[in-house]
């Protein structure tokens, strides 16, 4: 009969052999746990991980919310600065739909003709910068406030006038650059961008600023931004939805923007344009906001 020695050698071998089979077969398992979950909404990188079968990886579907739902969150900005298209990307990313308080026929999505007082869509469109009389500032609770380069926007509205869609491009040429027509429609441009942004920051509710320049570089990473300012939770599923159908069907292409502002913006509007951006980073800075991109403009518009 073995020693008591050897019997107390035996069972600990016996003990160190069950403690490494129970290693082998269940720490796979919590790794792979922590994996599924521990970054969810706190990646260092604003990419999305990608999955072997990316075509399935989301239920990208879009729904309006029960009435009271949302507050009324104002989706601000003046024409031609991207609205339609960041609705576009909030939808992907939150799967609410947005609404708008102008209920445009053509763009008759389910959100777009509902009573945007109601609580069931998540932001409300307007291009409204009045702070006296009725309006969205008075029923607003928050707002996203969508600002984009001014000679931008005045290249997106003259298309728009143009062509009468938010998808078609007009005829450009460089006869425009000196014209003075033009240059009165670029300074309105800039007088409407600085007065948006200013009366808004200083309503006196939550503010979010965002650029659509900004957007255009990393639409994931500002609208995770945005899906965070609304009280949302970031759901990376969703984001797969942005970064899979970013384009969306109201989003304008241009073949060679750099070209078409040399060719139409004269070194006066250039000088005007920095002047005017350049106060208006101050006043973003001064409420707590990112000043204006700099590094996103377009060197053309830079005199």
């Known amino acids: 009969m073995p020693s008591s ?3 107390v050698a035996i069972f600990s ?18 790794f792979t746990k922590q994996g599924s979950a521990g970054n969810f909404g706190t990646s260092t990188k604003d990419s999305v991980p990608r999955t ?13 919310a029960a009435p009271g739902t949302f507050p009324v969150i104002a989706l601000a900005s003046p024409p031609g600065s991207g609205n339609t298209w960041t609705r576009h990307l909030i939808q992907q990313a939150t799967g609410f739909y947005t609404g708008s308080e102008y209920n445009v026929e053509h763009l008759a999505k389910t959100g777009e003709l509902e009573d945007w007082t109601t609580g069931t869509t998540l932001t409300v469109k307007t291009h409204s910068a009045r702070l006296s009389g ?24 003259r298309n728009r006038r143009l062509t009468r869609n938010q998808t078609s491009m007009a005829y450009w040429n460089n006869s425009l650059k000196y014209d003075k027509e033009w240059f009165r429609a670029v300074e309105w441009q800039m007088h409407l961008f600085e007065r948006f942004a200013n009366n808004w920051l200083e ?11 900004n957007i255009q570089e990393n639409a994931v990473r500002e609208m995770k ?5 609304v009280n949302l939770t970031v759901d990376e599923n969703r984001m797969v939805c942005v970064r899979k159908n970013t384009e969306g069907n109201y989003h304008r292409q241009y073949s060679s923007k750099a070209k078409l502002y040399e060719e139409i913006l004269s070194p006066e ?3 005007y344009s920095q002047m005017v951006m350049e106060r208006v980073s101050v006043s973003l800075v001064k409420h707590g906001q990112n000043p204006v991109p700099w590094r996103h403009l377009p060197p053309e518009v830079l005199p």
Do not use: Q
Request: glycine share 2%; hydrophobic share 50%; proline share 5%.
């Open 5 to 7: 020695a050897t019997r």
């Open 13 to 30: 071998t016996l003990l160190t052999s069950l403690w490494w089979i129970l290693f082998i077969y269940m720490v796979p398992e919590v």
């Open 52 to 64: 072997d079968s990316e075509d399935t990886a989301s239920d990208c579907s879009v729904r309006l």
């Open 134 to 157: 009725p309006g969205m500032h008075e029923k607003a609770k928050a707002a996203i406030v969508l600002l984009r380069n001014p000679c931008s926007v005045a290249v997106a509205e």
């Open 203 to 213: 309503l006196g509710i939550p503010v979010h600023v965002v650029f659509y320049e």
């Open 225 to 229: 931004r945005i899906v965070k300012f």
């Open 269 to 271: 509007i250039k000088r």
